[in-house]
């Protein structure tokens, strides 16, 4: 049974910086694209950066480009988003996500809450 689990949420002043991490188990993720979403409160969930799990090639959306990184550790299983410079706009629930394909993600986590103050 595929699990992901998030956690590194918490409250942080604007301009600084966190670090979540998605521990992966179940299966093997060697073809899988792992991912983060947010979704903050009263919007709708928001794609917000990806990594093909064996060739480390990464994506992200606009607002976040220059600013978070997300990485895998193959020796234990993890996915990490640093986030710097963050923003009041960067409060939301993020969640971390696993499919086969870039854009189409089949197992998710309960999701960590990030509250950047202002």
């Known amino acids: 049974q595929v699990q992901l689990v998030e956690s590194g949420g918490r409250l942080v002043p604007a301009g600084g910086s966190l670090s979540l991490s998605c521990a992966a188990s179940?299966?093997?993720?060697?073809?899988?694209?792992m991912a983060w979403f947010r979704q903050a409160s009263g919007k709708e969930r928001e794609w917000v950066a990806a990594?093909?799990?064996?060739?480390?090639?990464?994506y992200y959306t606009d607002s976040v480009k220059g600013r978070f990184t997300i990485s895998r550790d193959y020796s234990k299983n993890t996915v990490a988003l640093q986030m710097n410079s963050l923003k009041p706009d960067d409060t939301a629930v993020y969640y971390c996500?696993?499919?086969?394909?870039?854009?189409?993600?089949?197992?998710w986590g309960q999701g960590t809450q990030v509250t950047v103050s202002s």
């Open positions: 179940g299966r093997r993720f060697s073809r899988y694209f």
């Open positions: 990594i093909r799990w064996s060739g480390g090639e990464t």
């Open positions: 996500a696993a499919g086969t394909a870039l854009g189409q993600y089949d197992y």
